[in-house]
């Protein structure tokens, strides 16, 4: 079965502080993906990853970043965060590179709060 | 326009009732079709998927595709409880390669 795994299931920050969220997954997908989940927006994309250090933005990837650099770690990074950024964030990967896309599998979530 | 548009819920059957949950899709060059369920404070699970035209039935799960109509559809047989949750329609292919687009889902309850 494939695993994605998040670091943390909930997060409490304060307004200002850097925020790291690691995604590992175990089937050497190549594709990885952050998503953040707010109730009437739906998933939105942040940003992914087709390749080891290759990543492109998502379509809200403002405030954040992201570092790909083993194969089955990707990690978000708030730079700094705000009360806006409090949310659900959701980690995925697939298969495939170019070409009709796999399905992605997610992670069970982070839920961080930026008080 | 919204790329990707699931039919306003929330739905809800009875335990036992057909429940059918529509999505429709702007992007003619779509090529795949994804199914996710998501319970309540849950991640989102893949249930199904479909490439070509046609139904796909996988247990009491059947996806239904018309790349004409740009529509995709998902009936659940038999309906159960355990069936409450949201389900999300997402696309990818043609113009998004490597993405999924997500629908905002729909809402079903069922009620015994």
């Known amino acids: 079965d494939v695993k994605v795994t998040q670091s943390s299931r909930y997060l409490v920050k304060r307004t200002g502080e850097k925020v790291f969220l690691e995604c590992v997954q175990d089937m050497d997908h190549e594709n990885m993906f952050w998503y953040r989940q707010d109730p009437g927006l739906g998933l939105r994309l942040i940003y992914f990853s087709y390749d080891v250090k290759m990543k492109e933005k998502g379509d809200i990837p403002e405030g954040y970043s992201v570092s790909r650099e083993k194969k089955e770690r990707f990690s978000l990074i708030l730079e700094s965060a705000s009360t806006n950024q409090t949310s659900m964030y959701l980690c995925?990967?697939?298969f495939g590179q170019g070409g009709p896309s796999y399905e992605q599998y997610f992670g069970p979530g982070t839920r961080l709060t930026v008080t | 326009q919204k790329e990707v548009e699931q039919n306003s819920g929330p739905l809800s059957v009875p335990e036992g009732a057909i429940a059918s949950l529509n999505c429709t899709y702007s992007d003619r060059g779509s090529q795949s079709f994804f199914w996710y369920r998501q319970y309540s404070g849950k991640s989102p699970e893949l249930i199904m998927f479909?490439?070509?035209?046609g139904d796909k039935e996988d247990g009491r799960f059947t996806a239904q595709l018309n790349k004409a109509s740009q529509y995709v559809s998902l009936l659940i047989r038999d309906s159960q409880p355990s069936d409450s949750a949201t389900y999300l329609c997402a696309v990818s292919g043609g113009t998004s390669y490597g993405k999924l687009t997500f629908g905002q889902g729909t809402i079903l309850t069922v009620h015994p």
């Open positions: 995925a990967s697939s």
């Open positions: 479909i490439y070509s035209n």
